[in-house]
């Protein structure tokens, strides 16, 4: 058996993919031994006999993340066994995660979604899912083949997440460009990859600047370069670095409001009332949580007439200067 070290690797979204889909799989949920030595992305490095504490960590992250991502992952105690944390079990409740009743597609969608079936299932199931469900169905648990079956390749958006996890995982010194909002140039910076963490749908890098010092947070989707690893090696960052950045993100949500009147029945006032944290004021207007400024301009902009921002005023004025971009590239 490969070692943890020299496992292939397998992409954190494949592995978030691959968990839900065996939570699905089961009504009585999984251990989190059967998880970690069953699932895609941590049977590889799973250890029968050796110290799985890495591992588990993982596993806790992980959780959070479906979470954070609005999966209903539910812990469950192990009949006869009340209080006993080590034999928890895991499920998603089938009925909390599949569509509303309410919701009704054309016969032409319900072609198309046929036909992707199809597809996905004749190419899907792999040696790698059959061994899963032998393993799971060998140690009793009754599984859902046809859910395990489904294994699409997700892929991230930003280009740099695959070498900046590379790097971390080998604590390797990178350097890459990255545009901050309202500068015209980039510049070239020299981190040590700490953690990468996803937060409200995107994804940030937690790391250490060498030519200051100092701890940032990094949003993917400004790095504007090739993520380019060095030789020089740092040494393994502490085990709750990623809890450390999601704090600091939830608290720049948390202190980040504004107050934006939304059309009644529109798009905005549906997508932005279930905003997490959403609340109505005294005035009828909604009060939102945002960690950046300017992507949450770029988001109340697309509403167009639907959204008005009230406060704050750099908000405000962001969302105008986009609206009037919009109609000058449109005459």
Known sequence: MPSASSAPRVPVEERLFS??????ATDAGLSK??????????RQKFSHSGDNANLERQFERDKDDIRELGVPLETLESPGQAGNNQNLRYRIPRGAYELPADVRFSPEETTLLNLAAMVWREGSLSGESRR????????????TEPVLGYAPLVR?????????????EKHLIVTFAYLKPGERESTVRSVAPL??????????????????????????????????????????PDADSSVT??????????????????????DAATRLGKRRGSSVSGSGALELHYSDLNIFADELASFG??????????????????????AADHG
């Not at 968990?19 to 699905?24: G, I, P």
């Not at 060498?210 to 990094?218: C, L, M, N, P």
């Not at 908000?315 to 609206?323: D, G, K």
Request: proline share 5%; net charge neutral.
């Open 156 to 168: 991230i958006r930003e280009p740099a997440f695959e070498p900046l996890s590379t790097a971390l």
């Open 305 to 326: 007439p639907e959204a008005l921002v009230i406060k704050p005023a750099e908000l405000r004025a962001a969302v105008l200067e986009r609206l009037q971009r919009t």
């Open 195 to 236: 953690a990468l963490v996803q937060h409200q749908g995107r994804w940030h890098l937690y790391a250490r600047e060498t030519s200051t010092d100092t701890t940032k947070t990094f949003l993917l989707r400004r790095i504007v370069s090739q993520v380019l690893a060095t030789t020089q090696t740092f040494p393994a």
């Open 19 to 24: 968990l839900v889909l065996a939570l699905l």
């Open 132 to 143: 899963a469900i032998l393993k799971l169905r060998s140690q009793g648990v009754a599984t």
């Open 245 to 266: 950045a999601l704090a600091e993100l939830e608290t720049v949500w948390n202190t980040h409001t504004a107050l934006v009147e939304v059309e009644p029945g529109t």
């Open 33 to 42: 031994n059967e998880i970690l030595s069953t699932v895609q992305g941590y």
